[in-house]
């Protein structure tokens, strides 16, 4: 029996809508006899909005609803930012296409400043990650930072009403929203280092679907999906949640992969590594990286920041 139609769980935030219509337009437009539709859900994590994530079970709150559709045949596949997936898949689904990367840059958004230098001193920022706090700090340690949640839209109006005097997302996430006008600068990855996989775009399937697997491959970006995999080693190395500061982040240049990353502790603790190698050996060296924060007593670092909710 042939496949003639994919559904796609999706969340109904914009971000969560364009990713899942990208896919929809690129599967359609590969296989022009395939219907693709939208199975749109709310999410435990878009139902309380207001916790912050690292208190309520972190990011995996966001996927439940929609990896459940899939186990329960009311969808075929679910688009994911990379950055927002955890490292574990529950029994019976995979991950199985990395698409190419958008600019996976954080950006620094404001009304009245260009970047964090012109910031006058004790000024606000506001961002609820960890990653990005504590690489803030570690560039302007007068600056406030303090939480910002909420949907890309939600987030630019809080700004935009004065409560903060900039704010800090996803180049990615604005880019697709055509809200990229929004970004005042980039920080390039020696200042904010992203976070393993931020601006990449995956997806996730039952495992026990050549027919589907077929579909989908062509979407694989292969280059992307080495960087991806090589970041994420490290989160699952060191089984971090996402009460956790850690940015990893890599490149490929003549066949090359470079990955740096970073781990937050208390007190703006900050241990890094870095190794490269071939792009195929992406795991080895994500491996080597995992390896050399543990042997900097990354594990010991995150016991300290306390226990996931
Ligand atoms: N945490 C929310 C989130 N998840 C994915 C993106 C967009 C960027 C991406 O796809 O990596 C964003 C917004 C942001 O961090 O500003």
Known sequence: MSITTIRIAT???????WQAEYIQQRLESIHPDLTVELVPMT????????TPLSKIGGKGLFVKELEQAMLEDRADIAVHSMKDVPYKFPQGLELKVIC??????????????????????????????????????ALRPDLHITDL???????????????????????????????????????????????PGQGA????????????????????????????????????????SCSVPIAAYSTITDGTLSLRALVG???????????????????????????????????????ALGTES
């Open 201 to 240: 775009v995956g997806i996730e399937a039952r495992t026990d679907s050549p027919e589907l697997d077929a579909l989908l491959a062509p979407l694989q970006d292969e280059e992307t999906a080495y960087r991806v995999k090589a970041e994420r080693i490290i989160t699952q190395t060191l089984q971090a």
């Open 11 to 17: 969340r109904q935030s914009p971000l969560a809508l």
């Open 265 to 303: 502790g208390i007190d703006n603790q900050m241990i890094e590594a870095s190794a490269e190698g071939p792009a195929e050996t992406a795991e080895t060296i994500g491996t080597t990286v995992a390896d050399s924060l543990l042997a900097q007593g990354a594990k010991e670092m995150i016991m």
């Open 100 to 137: 190419e990367r958008e600019d996976s840059s954080d950006a620094f958004v404001s009304n009245n400043y260009h970047n964090l230098d012109e910031l006058p001193v004790g000024a606000t920022v506001g961002t609820s990650s960890l990653r990005r706090k504590m690489q803030i700090l």
């Open 43 to 50: 999410t435990k994590g878009d139902r309380i909005l207001g």
């Open 149 to 195: 949640r909420g949907n890309v839209g939600t987030r630019l109006s809080k700004l935009d009403m004065g409560q903060y005097d900039a704010i800090i997302l996803a180049s990615a996430g604005l880019i697709r929203l055509k809200l990229g006008d929004r970004i005042a600068s980039r920080f390039e990855p020696e200042q904010i280092l992203p976070a």
